[in-house]
C-alpha cells in the first residue's frame, strides 16, 4: 500500500520536452488541468501529495519517475538516459532527504530511467531501452541487493520505457501490449493483453487497489475493471504528447 507520493508541476518549457510522439506541441494551461486533477485524484486514493515547483531548466522535469526508485527503506537516485534530464536529480535528491535515510546514486558509465523499472513485491524487473543501459541496470541492482531486494533484466526494442508497455496491477496481474507479450521473463503473470491500437493504456497504475488509466481506452478499463479493481480514467493527452504516461507523472511510496 502507498500512503505519499511526490510530484512536480509542468513548467512553461514543457513545449521544449523531449518528444517522438508526433502528436503536436502540448497546450501549457490544459497540462496543468490535467496535472491538477492527477493530483487530486492520487489524494482520493489515499496518498499525501508532495507537489514540487515547476523548473523551467527541465522540460521534462514533471515526469518525476525515471529520476528516483523508491522503496521501503531507501531511494536510489538514477542518472537518467538523456543528457538534458541529468540536472533534475539535485532537487529531487534533495526533496527525498525529507523522507529517506538511506539514498544510493546510479553513477556514470551508468543511466538508468526509473521509468524501466516496474517494483514486484521484492523483485525489480529492470528494462534495457535506450534510456537504461547494462552498466546502470548492474549497479541498480547491486544497490537493492543490499537492502534485501533483487533483480533482473529484460531487454526491449519498442517504445521509450519498459514501463511504457507493461504494468504490474499486483495478485500477479499485469497489463501488456507489444513484444513483452511474448517476453518469457513475463511469463509466470496473468496477462490483461492490450491491442496495439491501445498500446498507450498499457502504462496503468494501480494504488490501493484502484487502477488509473488514461482516458480514451474503454477496453482496457473494462478488462482491469473485470479483474475487480476500482478503474479511475484521467485524461493525460498532453503529457501523452510527450511520450509520458500516468506513471511518470508521480513517485508512490
Known amino acids: ?93 534533495k526533496a527525498l532527504r525529507e523522507f529517506f535515510d538511506q539514498i544510493e546514486i546510479i553513477e556514470a558509465p551508468g543511466t538508468v530511467d526509473a521509468g524501466d523499472i516496474m517494483m514486484v513485491g521484492k523483485h525489480f524487473y529492470i528494462g534495457l531501452s535506450e534510456r537504461t543501459n547494462a552498466a546502470g541496470a548492474e549497479q541498480m541492482i547491486g544497490h537493492l541487493r543490499q537492502y534485501g531486494y533483487d533483480g533482473s533484466t529484460v531487454t526491449i526494442s519498442e517504445g521509450l520505457h519498459f514501463k511504457s508497455s507493461v504494468s504490474y496491477l499486483e495478485n500477479n496481474h499485469i497489463v501488456v501490449t507489444g513484444e513483452l507479450v511474448e517476453k518469457p521473463e513475463l511469463e509466470n503473470f496473468y496477462p490483461v493483453v492490450i491491442s496495439t491500437d491501445g498500446a498507450y493504456s498499457a502504462n496503468s497504475v494501480w494504488i490501493n487497489n484502484s487502477v488509473l488509466v488514461p482516458s480514451g481506452f474503454p477496453q482496457t478499463s473494462q478488462s482491469i475493471a473485470a479483474l475487480g479493481y476500482e478503474v479511475i480514467e484521467l485524461d493525460v493527452s498532453e503529457f501523452q504528447k510527450l511520450d509520458g504516461g500516468l506513471s511518470c507523472l508521480s513517485l508512490r511510496f
Open 1 to 93: 500500500m502507498f500512503n505519499k507520493a511526490i510530484v512536480r508541476r509542468p513548467g512553461k518549457s514543457l513545449v521544449k520536452g523531449i518528444t517522438t510522439a508526433g502528436l503536436g506541441p502540448p497546450d501549457y494551461q490544459l497540462a496543468l488541468k490535467q496535472h491538477d486533477a492527477y493530483i487530486k485524484t492520487l489524494e482520493s486514493c489515499g496518498l499525501s501529495v508532495t507537489v514540487m515547483e515547476a523548473d523551467e531548466d527541465y522540460p521534462d522535469g514533471m515526469f518525476v519517475e525515471d529520476v528516483a526508485l523508491l522503496m521501503p527503506g531507501l531511494a536510489v537516485i538514477t542518472r537518467p538516459g538523456a543528457d538534458a534530464r541529468r540536472g533534475e536529480t539535485v532537487s529531487m535528491e
